[in-house]
C-alpha cells in the first residue's frame, strides 16, 4: 500500500467520507491560482531560505 493510499485511509476514518467529498469538491471548483503565485511557490520551493548569496571574493592579504 503507497503512502498516499495510508494518509488517505486515516482521513477518511478521521473525517468520514462525506466530508472528504465535500473538500474535494471545494477543491475541483476552486479556479487555478494566476501564474505569479505558480512562479513566488515554485521560487519559495525551491529556494525556501531566500536568495542564494553571492560569494564575495576574500579581501588580499596585507604587506607588513
Known amino acids: 500500500m503507497s503512502r498516499a493510499h495510508e494518509i ?8 468520514g467520507p462525506a466530508v472528504l467529498a465535500h473538500i474535494e469538491a471545494k477543491v475541483a471548483a476552486a479556479p487555478p491560482p494566476p501564474p ?9 520551493f525551491t529556494r525556501p531560505a531566500g536568495e542564494v548569496p553571492v560569494a564575495v571574493p576574500a579581501p588580499a592579504a596585507q604587506a607588513a
Open 8 to 15: 488517505r485511509k486515516r482521513y477518511e476514518q478521521i473525517l
Open 36 to 44: 505569479e503565485v505558480i512562479e513566488d511557490l515554485r521560487r519559495i
